[in-house]
């Protein structure tokens, strides 16, 4: 397998270094693995010039090419599926065969972009007598794409590849820590032909590019995966300048596990998905309220498969977790634990640092938190369970609503009753029922509350990089 990558930024179809670097380091034992190059001011100009020079040159290339070079990007993904792992697992930790389906999945997204990219139609409505009005979707114009740290490959490919099948142009800011998933994606969309300036890959200081390129009056259209801090941030910068933003921020996904299911299943189902990830995903079941006949049962058998779960290094194919990103995010997780116990929770796993090198932080288990601990509130994007007990379905939905995230929700009940309840019942973008699965390419994947605003995937996350155009038509002129 290749050593890590030499990072560098891609600019107008040239990869470039700079001066200015930062070393990156793998999560599991902070070793320095490669370094990311930082973009200059003249780099952020020179993306902008690329971007508005690619823009002309790929919103005039028909829809049909434009799928063939994504076709071929994916192909090229599937190619080096296993180099792209390796590099992820590197920088990232989590473990290979988790950072190899990513790169898969991101091949998914391509394709489905693609063929959905061939049915952007407009309409036609005749309106007046002699009128013919054409509805038209075009190409939003220059995207500043923001992707992140948890799904390195999936958050940039999602941006980058709907943002292409439209006919946009991307920057691409890539995150410092785990640099190499986006420099993947820049590389096969190079070698699938993709001309010169339609995709560059910026490294960098974030709020430094973010607060250069968002203003500029070439940028039609932000987009970012983060935390709703930054996320507010960056919308009331784009909103100055009247430019329309995708956020896909935090979640805080409830779990309600009425009192018709089998109590030991739910256990362990929820317990194997908590700490996928190490729980750094933004739909993570966090909070389980459990109907309260069923808690005990759920409660051990949760624990037992928690227990169970193998944590080391990404590179051994036993390992179910690997470590956290940095260590910001260990010391995050303490400091909630710390203040959960303290309000009065019991803590009934792990709860601290696991091994003195690396960021691995043991699978944890609170019980019975109350609603004024700080985790109650605040996404620990870490591998915390929360198990609490819900007293009636009308309960658990009131507590499922009483944070102010609304990105993901499980339900789970054999009773049509139950999970129609739910649906209706529940604010989130992303209800699961009788399942931990989420989104796929395919469906449209958001928030609702402070989890963002828009949508990723589907017919409409692929609509955002478009506006819509009427052309009325008389057919004399008059
Ligand atoms: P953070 O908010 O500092 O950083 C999150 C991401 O935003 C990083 O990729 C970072 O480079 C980028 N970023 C930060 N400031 C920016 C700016 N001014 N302009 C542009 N980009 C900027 O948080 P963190 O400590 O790295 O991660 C912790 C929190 O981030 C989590 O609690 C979670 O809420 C959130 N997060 C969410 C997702 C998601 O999938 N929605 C992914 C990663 C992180």
């Not at 509130?377 to 870490?382: C, D, H, L, M, S």
């Amino acid at each position: 397998m290749p050593d890590y990558p030499q990072l560098s930024l891609f600019i107008n179809g040239q990869w470039r270094q700079t001066a200015d670097t930062i070393p990156v380091l793998n999560p599991e034992d902070e070793t320095v693995i490669g370094t990311t190059p930082m973009a200059r001011r003249t780099d952020l100009d020179d993306a902008l010039e690329a971007a508005e020079t690619g823009f002309r040159i790929w919103s005039r290339t028909p829809a049909k090419e434009r799928a063939a070079v994504l076709m071929r990007a994916a192909a090229l993904m599937r190619d080096r599926a296993d180099e792209i792992a390796h590099a992820n697992t590197l920088d990232m930790g989590k473990p290979l065969a988790a950072s190899k389906q990513e790169a898969l999945r991101g091949a998914m997204i391509m394709e489905w972009d693609a063929a959905e990219s061939l049915r952007q139609y407009g309409r036609v409505i005749e309106g007046t007598a002699g009128y013919r009005n054409t509805v038209l979707r075009q190409p939003i114009g220059p995207v500043a794409a923001f992707s992140t740290w948890n799904f390195p490959i999936s958050t940039a490919v999602r941006k980058v590849a709907s943002g292409l099948a439209a006919g946009c142009s991307i920057i691409l800011k890539a995150p410092e820590d785990t640099p190499s998933g986006a420099y993947h994606v820049a590389r096969v969309f190079q070698d699938a032909g993709l001309p010169d300036g339609v995709l560059s890959l910026l490294y960098g200081d974030a709020p430094e590019i973010s607060g250069y390129l968002i203003p500029q009056t070439a940028i039609r259209l932000v987009t970012f995966t983060g935390s709703t801090a930054v996320g507010g941030h960056l919308g009331t910068l784009a909103a100055q300048h009247m430019t329309p933003v995708i956020m896909e921020l935090g979640g805080h996904a409830p779990v309600l596990v009425c009192d018709d299911v089998d109590p030991a299943q739910m256990g362990q189902m929820g317990a194997a998905r908590k700490y996928r990830n190490s729980g750094q995903v933004c739909t993570s079941p966090t909070r389980f309220y459990v109907a309260e006949p069923l808690y005990d049962q759920f409660c051990d058998s949760f624990l037992d498969r928690a227990r169970a779960t193998r944590v080391g290094s990404g590179f051994d194919a036993a390992t179910e977790m690997g470590p956290l990103v940095h260590d910001r995010r260990l010391e995050a997780m303490s400091a909630l634990v710390e203040d959960a116990v303290q309000q009065g929770a019991e803590l009934k796993l792990g709860g601290k640092r696991h091994g003195n090198k690396g960021y691995f932080f043991e699978p944890t288990v609170l019980a019975n938190v109350p609603d004024t601990a700080r985790i109650m509130q605040e996404e620990p994007f870490g591998p915390i369970a929360i198990l609490n007990t819900m007293s009636s379905l009308d309960d658990g939905i009131a507590k499922a609503n009483s944070v102010d995230f609304g990105l993901a929700a499980y339900g789970f009940s054999h009773k049509a009753t139950n999970l129609d309840r739910m649906v209706d019942g529940i604010e989130v973008g992303q209800l699961s029922l009788n399942t931990f699965d989420t989104s796929l390419p395919e469906t449209p994947f958001g928030g609702v509350k402070s989890s963002g605003l828009g949508r990723e995937g589907g017919a409409e996350g692929l609509s955002h990089y478009t506006v819509v155009k009427n052309v009325s038509h008389r057919s004399e002129i008059g």
